[in-house]
T-cell receptor
Framework: AQSVTQLGSHVSVSEGALVLLRCNYS??????LFWYVQYPNQGLQLLLK??????LVKGINGFEAEFKKSETSFHLTKPSAHMSDAAEYFC?????????????FGTGTKLQVIP | DVKVTQSSRYLVKRTGEKVFLECVQD?????MFWYRQDPGLGLRLIYF???????EKGDIPEGYSVSREKKERFSLILESASTNQTSMYLC????????????????FGEGSRLTVL
């Protein structure tokens, strides 16, 4: 079984401040981990992904995430928030095997950026 | 560019109506998914399909059915819509890999917001 926990359904930061969105997962086998972003009235799009290569993963729009196996975490960070970062962010864990794909999403974190 | 297209962005239906939500992808992906998104609950998987005419129940299949007659098209059907099915519905697709390297990245449509009165 696998699960994803995102701490904080709403996070507010000031423009220019550090963004930290937390994600912890549980999985019986090494997972693939993803962060997706959803802008208002749109579908989700991939922000970044961890696929067992480098533990520090860089994504689009200046975001990055670090896979920490010992902490079962995959927190998303950005050094300096921009107004355009206001969106909802979803962490997801994926198990793959023989064409089979099982994806579990967290409940999402809405990021508000205050000018 | 990769494209997943959902036929309707906004729909308003009445209780008891039959509702069809259509999704088409142009990436020749084997896997297709239907999710439901509700505030505070994240995305919940309704059904998925890993091949034409194949389907698997997700976490919340009750009240829904699906159809996949062609590889590029995956339809979600609400046989008799109810008010508790008012939600945002998201279609997604992915490459299965079948022994090749795949990361399982999902490609999403823009969503269909359904209101059942």
């Amino acid at each position: 079984a696998q699960s994803v926990t995102q701490l904080g359904s709403h996070v507010s930061v000031s423009e220019g401040a550090l963004v930290l969105l937390r994600c912890n997962y549980s999985s019986s086998v090494p997972p693939y981990l993803f962060w997706y972003v959803q802008y208002p009235n749109q579908g989700l799009q991939l922000l970044l992904k961890y696929t067992s290569a480098a533990t520090l993963v860089k994504g689009i729009n200046g975001f990055e995430a670090e896979f920490k196996k010992s902490e079962t975490s995959f927190h998303l960070t950005k050094p300096s928030a921009h107004m355009s970062d206001a969106a909802e962010y979803f962490c997801a864990v994926t198990l793959l095997g023989g064409g089979y794909q099982k994806v579990t999403f967290g409940t999402g974190t809405k990021l508000q950026v205050i000018p | 560019d990769v494209k997943v297209t959902q036929s309707s962005r906004y729909l308003v239906k009445r209780t008891g109506e039959k509702v069809f939500l259509e999704c088409v992808q142009d990436m020749d992906h084997e896997n297709m998914f239907w999710y439901r998104q509700d505030p505070g609950l994240g995305l919940r998987l309704i059904y998925f399909s890993y091949d034409v005419k194949m389907k698997e129940k997700g976490d919340i299949p009750e009240g829904y059915s699906v159809s996949r007659e062609k590889k590029e098209r995956f339809s979600l059907i609400l046989e008799s819509a109810s008010t508790n099915q008012t939600s945002m519905y998201l279609c997604a697709s992915s490459f299965s890999g079948w022994g090749l390297i795949t990361t399982g990245e999902l490609f999403f449509g823009e969503g269909s917001r359904l209101t059942v009165l």
